[in-house]
């Protein structure tokens, strides 16, 4: 693991993603080490050719730089992370996320924060302080097994559901992205039964089983379930159709239990519901 302290000259970045105006990534680089991860592609524009996973940036001045008082911010939507973990293992030593939500509060942005470890409960102190603020946490499998093996060091999923009760024992806004949809693997209905209790709604996104993402997992798969490889191979020739069948599941489903989603599969023809 190569671990870098660096200095930045911007922390607050504008967005393009669905229901956000902002970015804030505390770091460059992810110790998660998710094989699916579509943010590698950050390897290109930060100078590393680290494998994705390996290495860390780590921003020590970014607090600093909201120290100033301004009301750009204000109604607006921040979120925490684009193309990190804000929680990442690292956080706990280097604390670079708390000390910038520490300054974001002065600006009254909507925060929206997604991860998939549960140190985000040592900031519910911080989080509270935020007008109506949002937790999310990825989950793609309740079998940690599985977890192990696609998100190396990210927290078990039983910790990342007891996270939720408490962040909904402390009021705040919580909910689950089941994404990216990994299919055979992702067993989303299961996921809704055992977190439905704590959140507010689900996001679902589709896998893209194209370019670098694809290699990836398909090592995985020829390493560990040579079966659900033939499968991925049948999804690839059925594209489109597969997800919108699973989408339309998805809708059905939700809509006859009364849970609140958003669907972002091809990303840019989000649905959301009222
Ligand atoms: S947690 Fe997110 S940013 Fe980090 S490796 Fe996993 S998918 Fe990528």
Redesign the pocket.
Known sequence: LRIKEINVKNIITKSNLPDTDYVVNPYTG?????I?????FMKRFTGHDEE??SFVDIKVNADSLLIKNTDKYKGKNIFL?????AY?PIEKKYQITRKILTQLIKYNPNLCIQ???DLVIRDIDIIKKFNNPEIGF?ITTLDDSIRKKI?P??SPVIKRINALKKLKENNIRTYVFIGPFLPLITDWKNIIKETKAYVNHYCFENLNIYGSIWADIKKWLENNNKSYLYEYNKIKLLKKSYWDKLKNEIIDYCNLKKIKYKIYFYHGENKKNK
Do not use: M
């Open positions: 992810c110790i998660n080490a998710c699916y991860c579509y943010a590698r994705w996973g992370s684009s193309v990190t973990d990442q991860t998939k470890s990825t998100e060091n990210t």
